[in-house]
RNA sequence: GGAUCUUUAGCUCAGCUGGCUAGAGCGUACGAUUCACAUUCGUAAGGUCGCUGGUUCGAGCCCAGCAAGAUCCACCA
């Protein structure tokens, strides 16, 4: 590496990140289950949330990176043992679903093969596609333990999962029931509540006569699995019909008539038909009435048990046919256009068809209330705060988990079904040999469930199969810190965690909640494939480099929020990079000729002012750090950097050189950055000619020695400074920006730092009055300081002196009016009533001085 | 239908427990410039803090209502 005149991150991001693993870096100091107790209270852990292992890594993934990293590096600093567990995740559902579209296209279909088949192909195609995913998290300089990454299929994952199922089982937990289910025929696999989509729709609402009834329905089709009418017990209309039976259209089935509240007295004609196969309130109603289930659409969503012509055809086709036939025999009565929700298959939109399925559900009931007992006291700390009552609502009204999942693609469910009669044995026995298709226990033969888990339940175990919790041992890494996630998926996944830890565990999962936003476009909107307006991170970073594109992603940013990406703050992030690696060079250079061995001293006001500066910041990122604010600790590393270090302090040193006091500022904050841009800090700490060692092992910085007074004094030179500049920028007409030399009175902030003000405010020379002032008298400073112009430009100045004194008359008639009121006399702050006294009195004074001015003009 | 969030400069956002003249980045205007940096330096312009009330000595911030936008949840035939 060499200091080359800007910041090329190319050329060197991929050997600083060669040489962090080389040196194991990343890894926690403390190993697992080791440590002293005083030691284990140091510990720091994080998990990932696993990206696709197959997959890219995208903008949201970006952000959860940049924000991990930054915490897992900042507590590595503080001396923490940090450990950040990366993952890969086999994303059931999702991948199986690219691997379906991919068989597909070379024309076969998953029926072709067996479970085992499909697992050993669909393994090899995740096999060949990895390794993508980890690259790209190198390129975001992630410091995670690459030696710990945990596949969400590893061995003990599914020895993990499988424990807490036969738990459960043996709880009573985990039942095999036959319900309903969301079920997409085109993936032919049932789904969560919680990965349907409802989406509003157009629909038709028809009436159908039913004997002397007139039913309202959305989906006609299903009448063949008509089992009652339905009406409400308090509906007079219809008291006399309820226990009687009525002629089922189209077949030859009477059907009788129900009292059930699910009936709407409002709702259409009051009556409703009952299918308990096909519909989740029918389903509730037949189980009150003790109707039949009748199935009339299979797992291919085609019509069955209809007889002609109705069988084999899908469900949309047989529906048009119903309705042609309803019509003809003079049955069809009403229809009426309306909006409703429809659910849908999150993934392919197919419209999802409750199905009646036995399926392994998992009662929720005691794990949801076991979780809000431990939310309610607190145990975990959500940022954003709003977030636990949200989680909290949501666990009240869970229903039943559905587990089960119909595709290949998975952990396999360790449970098998009697297959020879045998009254004593059980139906179903737990057993984890699930490679065999077939098993015998004492005589009896039992056969696999050839279903898989749903991801979410073995991904509910995260923060215990990452830090490999175990049973009566003690793990310095569990619960964890902190976790960090998106903030959509606080049902699906965190939730779930919360309460399969406290189920396994007896302890919440971790401390605090991170929940980050959408990563929207830079127009608000949310990014899609479809829409074309997907940022690709690894392109970012290619422009600009790392450290850039992290900074960027965490600017104007808060917890919870959807917030757009912003490719110019990217930008502002790579000028950040750049401007201390020229700060860098300078310091480098100042120190090659000044030696400055052994301890700071500070030795004038602006050294003082700096320490203090760099105190506060220091101070106010730990601040931040602890509320999860990064945004702010960026914007007050910025300004801290740029506005304060190199337009003021560096400024200065060019003038009053202090080498080791350069030496320590500089540390200071390449180490408080570090966690932000780890790779120019690093490669700044190693060109650097003093430093030893790499920065990532460095300990966060103490504070610095000052004197307060002399550092308060140097705000009031900045003040001068400043004056001199606007002052030679207000200058009228053709002088404007024409730099006057300076003359100043009696001051001795002024005389001591004569040579640092003419130096930065630009001025050509500086002189004392020798008690005769001339030229422009500077305004707004409390000093005695003149620019050295000919009468021509005081006369046309007088303008703009007249414009200051109105502005500040304009303040001190503010300042006047609160004084006026009696009551903020009163009860106002004596602290904040005397400011205004004092403001009061500097304001009239300064009016007065320029008055002065104007008159002697 | 229920819930949550958002609304501050041209754009994207800060503004922590209410307190003097509301900030940043980017953009804009004017000016500078061999020697750390044009990925630079200096100066400036730009805001009735969504609207209406209320509480308070004092409101961008607290309370109530309204409007617009976004997200999540929900089985309405």
């Not at 200058?731 to 730092?753: A, C, E, I, R």
């Not at 500086?766 to 000919?790: F, S």
């Amino acid at each position: 590496m060499k200091f080359e005149s800007s910041y090329e991150p190319n050329e060197i991001e991929a050997e600083i990140y060669a040489a962090w693993e080389a040196a194991k870096a990343f890894q926690p100091k403390i190993a697992q289950y080791e440590g002293t107790e005083a030691e284990t209270a140091d510990a720091f852990s994080i998990v990932m949330p696993p990206p696709n292992a197959n997959g890219n890594l995208h903008l949201g993934h970006g952000l959860t990176v940049a924000i991990e990293d930054s915490l897992t590096r900042y507590y590595r600093l503080k001396g923490k043992s940090s450990w950040y567990v990366p993952g890969a995740d086999h994303a059931g559902f999702e991948t199986w679903v690219v691997y379906e579209r991919a068989l597909e296209k070379v024309g076969h279909s998953r029926f072709e093969y067996s479970r085992d088949e499909l697992y050993a192909k669909v393994w090899d195609f995740v096999q060949q596609q990895r390794g993508n995913m980890e690259l790209q998290l190198r390129a975001l300089g992630t410091s995670c333990a690459w030696d710990d990454l945990t596949f969400t299929l590893d061995e003990n994952v599914v020895s993990r999962v499988y424990k807490t199922f036969e738990r459960m089982f043996n709880d009573g937990m985990v039942y095999r029931g036959e319900k309903l289910v969301n079920y997409c025929t085109k993936h032919q696999t049932a789904f969560a509540d919680i990965e349907v989509e409802h989406k509003d729709e157009d629909g038709t609402l028809w009436d159908i006569q039913y004997g002397p009834l007139v039913v309202s329905t959305t989906r006609p089709e299903t009448l063949f699995g008509d089992t009652a009418v339905a009406v409400n017990p308090k509906d007079a209309r219809y008291k006399d019909l309820v226990g009687k039976t009525v002629k089922l259209p189209l077949t030859d089935r009477e059907i009788p008539v129900v009292a059930d509240e699910h009936a709407d007295m409002e709702y259409g004609t009051g009556c409703v038909k009952i299918t308990p196969a096909h519909d989740y309130d029918d389903f509730e109603v037949g189980a009150r009435h003790n109707l039949a289930r009748i199935r009339v659409i299979d797992d291919a969503g085609r019509m069955v048990g209809c007889g002609e012509p109705y069988d084999g055809l899908l469900a949309l086709e047989a529906r048009q046919i119903v309705l042609d036939e309803l019509k003809k025999q003079g049955l069809l009565v009403g229809e009426k256009k309306i909006t409703h929700a429809v659910a849908h298959c999150y993934k392919c939109g197919t419209v999802i068809e409750p199905t009646l399925k036995e399926q392994w559900f998992i009662d929720v009931k005691k794990l949801a209330k076991e979780a809000i007992k431990h939310l309610e006291k607190d145990e975990i700390k959500f940022y954003p705060e709003a977030k636990k009552n949200v989680l909290i609502n949501y666990l009240e009204n869970l229903k039943d988990w559905n587990i089960s999942r119909q595709i290949p693609w998975g952990i396999a469910i360790p449970m098998f079904h009697k297959v020879t009669e045998d009254a004593e044995a059980p139906e179903w026995v737990f057993d984890t040999r699930v490679n065999l298709q077939e098993i015998e226990i004492g005589g009896v033969k039992y056969a696999r469930d050839e279903d898989t888990f749903d991801t979410w339940f073995s991904s509910s175990h995260w923060p215990i199969v990452c830090t490999d919790w175990l049973e009566g041992k003690e793990n310095p890494y569990y619960p964890l810190n902190v976790m960090e996630t998106a903030g959509d998926i606080l049902f699906a996944w965190v939730a779930r965690m919360i309460m399969m830890g406290v189920y396994v565990t007896g302890e919440v999962p971790f401390r605090e909640v991170y929940l980050h936003g959408l990563v929207l476009d830079a127009h608000g909107k949310k990014m899609s494939k479809s829409k074309g307006n997907v940022i690709n991170p690894m392109e970012m970073i290619a422009k600009y480099g790392s450290d850039a594109f992290r900074l960027g992603i965490l600017r104007g940013r808060s917890a919870g929020i959807n917030q757009a990406f912003a490719e110019n703050s990217v930008a502002a992030g790579r000028n950040l990079c750049n401007k201390l690696w020229n700060i860098s060079r300078l310091v480098q250079s100042i120190v090659d000729e000044e030696a400055g061995e052994g301890a700071y001293t500070t030795e004038n006001m602006g050294e003082d002012w700096i320490c203090r500066e760099l105190n506060d910041c220091r101070e106010q990122i730990e601040r931040d750090m602890k509320e999860y604010r990064f945004s702010e600790a960026v914007e007050t590393l910025q300004t801290t950097i740029w506005d304060k270090y190199a337009d003021w302090f560096i400024e200065s040193q060019k003038i009053y050189r202090n080498a080791s006091l350069l030496k320590v500022t500089l540390e200071m904050i390449l180490k408080m950055l570090h966690p932000f841009a780890p790779f120019v800090t690093e490669a700044i700490w190693q060109n650097l000619s003093w430093t030893k060692g790499m920065i990532i092992a460095e300990q966060w910085p103490e504070a610095l020695e000052f004197d307060s007074i002399s550092a308060e004094n140097f705000e009031r030179l900045k003040e001068v400074v400043t004056e001199v500049r606007t002052t030679y920028a207000a200058l009228p007409g053709s002088y404007k920006n024409k730099k006057f030399g300076l003359l100043y009175g009696d001051d001795s902030l002024v005389d001591d730092n004569s040579l640092l003000i003419q130096k930065m405010s630009g001025a050509p020379t500086i002189n004392t009055t020798n008690g005769q002032p001339r030229g422009i008298r500077l305004a707004l400073a409390n000093h005695e300081i003149y620019l050295d112009a000919p009468e021509e430009v005081v006369k046309d100045y007088k303008e703009a002196l007249t414009e200051r004194i109105l502005a500040v008359g304009r303040e001190l008639d503010a300042l006047n009016a609160r004084m006026m009121n009696p009551r903020y006399v009163e009860k106002a702050p004596a602290e904040l009533v005397k400011e205004t006294r004092d403001g009061i009195e500097e304001k009239t004074k300064l009016i007065e001085r320029l008055k002065g001015e104007l008159e002697v003009i």
